[in-house]
Structures are given as structure tokens and as C-alpha cells.
């Protein structure tokens, strides 16, 4: 599959491509019948193989690994498997690597999935150079609170769909989170509001074309204090 996907991206002017894997106990028990290593081996060498492939493929790749099934998966394991990945890529700031972290059937309350990126934010290598992704499911409904403490929590981009569409009760509804209002310690209450920059998957190349349903879309999410336009109640 990576190698077609290789094979149908070449020549693109920008691709991301996503590299995934279940790392929770049950899908490492029930499923793949593998200890933590043997699961952490299938993510470095799927990371080794993307890299091999977007040196001999024409084209400019940007690389994005998840550990699938996050919410059931030891916090300081999923971060072990993510910085075996980046050791890896090797991102910089001219390359910068997705490592995004999906809230997999919400299995965990916002808080403590906020908590959570609290942790991976701060134990990741290479920080620097690493975009931390958000992708919100929505199946207890709270897909806007898993990306709003998400991103309070140290959360750099979030994945979504228009409207919520997507498997199951579907994706966090990005149109939802247009605009959000959070307190910040240093200069009181600021806004935080998604730009106009969307980053669409290739197989949304042309969105007149084809049905938004169950496509995922990427909108990159930056402070208005950052374009210096943070403004105080």
C-alpha cells in the first residue's frame, strides 16, 4: 500500500504522507498478537520504507505517523513508538514531521485526553521540529472539547471533517471550531481562530468533485497572537 501510494503522489507538488499503526493493548493482544517491540518494529520500518521511497520518488513529501488506538495505549509507550519514528525521519525545521494523536472511539474524557497531549507534547523529541496533530473522533460527543483542551494542552494542528461527517458518530466538526475563546495567563483573554490555510488530502484534490463525506480534511490552527493580531478583553 505505501508503495502505491508513492507511485500515485509522484511528481505533487506537496503530499502528506500518513504512516499508522494500532499500538493499544487489545489490538497488540487480540489482533496482531505481537509484544511492544514487534508493534514498535512495524512502525520504524514503515517509517524507514517512507523515507527510502520519497528519496527515489519525484515530488515533495511531508511524513505524518499515528499510534492508532491511542486512548487504549500506555501514554509512555505511544510516545516511545512516535520518537522511534522521528529518530527515523529526523525531522528539521525546513522538514518538519505530523506526529498525530487520534482520540480513537473517545474512549477517554477531554480532560484527560487534554492530559494527555500534555505529556506527549512534552516528552517528544525533536520538539522543535514536530507539528503535533489532534484528530478528534466524536463518538461520546465531545469532539470540540477534545480539540479545544487539545490544543491548550500543546496540540500544534488538528485533522477534521466539515459539519462532523465521518466513520461512526464521525470527526470533530472543524466548521465548529472556527472560532475559540481561551484565557490566557499573560495578556488575558485572547482569541484563538483557524486560518484560511486548509491543507486538503490528494484524494480531495478537487473538492467540486468529490462528496465531503468521510474526507478528512487538515486545517492548520495558529494564535492570532502569533500574526500579531492578539487582542484583550
Not at 474512549?107 to 507539528?131: C, D, G, W
Not at 489532534?134 to 490544543?151: F, I, K, M, Q, S
Amino acid at each position: 500500500i505505501i508503495k502505491k501510494t508513492f507511485e500515485a503522489v509522484q511528481g505533487a507538488p506537496h503530499a502528506v504522507i500518513h504512516l499508522y499503526n494500532s499500538t493499544s493493548v487489545a489490538q497488540r493482544e487480540q489482533v496482531f498478537k505481537k509484544d511492544k517491540e514487534q508493534i514498535k518494529q512495524l512502525a520504524v520500518d514503515g517509517a524507514k520504507l517512507l523515507k527510502k521511497l520519497a528519496d527515489e520518488t519525484e515530488g515533495n513529501f511531508s511524513f505524518e505517523y499515528s499510534p492508532e488506538s491511542f486512548h487504549g495505549t500506555e501514554v509512555d509507550y505511544a510516545v516511545d513508538v512516535c520518537n522511534a519514528v522521528l529518530d527515523v525521519w529526523k525531522p528539521d525545521a525546513e522538514h518538519k514531521a505530523i506526529i498525530n494523536i487520534p482520540a480513537t472511539v473517545e474512549t477517554a474524557m477531554p480532560h484527560v485526553f487534554a492530559t494527555q497531549i500534555e505529556y506527549v507534547s512534552k516528552h517528544l523529541i525533536n520538539r522543535e521540529n514536530v507539528i503535533l496533530s489532534l484528530h478528534p473522533h466524536n463518538d461520546r460527543g465531545t469532539g470540540v472539547a477534545d480539540c479545544e483542551l487539545g490544543l491548550l494542552a500543546g496540540g500544534d494542528r488538528v485533522e477534521g471533517t466539515l459539519f462532523g461527517n465521518g466513520e461512526r458518530t464521525g470527526n470533530v466538526d472543524i466548521v465548529a471550531d472556527e472560532g475559540i475563546s481561551v484565557d490566557d495567563t499573560e495578556t488575558g483573554k485572547i482569541k484563538i481562530k483557524s486560518t484560511a490555510k486548509i491543507a486538503v488530502d490528494s484524494e480531495m484534490s478537487d473538492t467540486s468533485e468529490n462528496p465531503v463525506q468521510n474526507k478528512v480534511i487538515s486545517v492548520e490552527l495558529k494564535k492570532l497572537k502569533e500574526l500579531g493580531e492578539t487582542q484583550s478583553d
